[in-house]
């Protein structure tokens, strides 16, 4: 099983391909379908990592990809200037889903 990054900066891309994961740099929805239809043809990619910033810029591709697939897993990973979570996103989330404040 292969992991494949999809970004929107060299950065992450070449940090990533050092530790041998490869992967694309994407900055428009026709490149990010591009890469998508790419992944979807590897049967072997089990996993695809995908910047927060680009989820969140193109919500509809990604949820769309998630809600048809079973495989591959797709993660979302924060940038080299942090994830755009607030601070206290995990707690939010705790509270909001079993009513517990922690």
């Known amino acids: 099983m292969k992991i494949y990054l999809i970004s929107d900066n060299v950065d992450t891309r ?3 391909r ?3 994961v490869d992967g694309a740099v994407v900055h428009t929805a ?3 379908r591009g890469q998508l239809d790419k992944v979807m ?3 072997d990619i ?3 990592l995908i910047m927060e910033k680009l989820s ?3 919500p ?3 949820d769309t990809l998630r809600l048809s697939r079973a495989l591959p897993l797709v993660v979302e990973i924060p ?3 942090g994830t755009g979570r607030a601070k206290d996103f995990l707690t939010a989330y705790i509270r909001d889903a079993i009513g517990v404040k922690i």
């Open 30 to 32: 026709d490149e990010l």
């Open 41 to 43: 043809e590897d049967p």
């Open 46 to 48: 089990g996993i695809l």
């Open 18 to 20: 050092l530790v041998g």
């Open 14 to 16: 070449t940090g990533l």
């Open 79 to 81: 940038d080299r200037h």
């Open 56 to 58: 969140r810029q193109f």
């Open 60 to 62: 509809d591709i990604i």
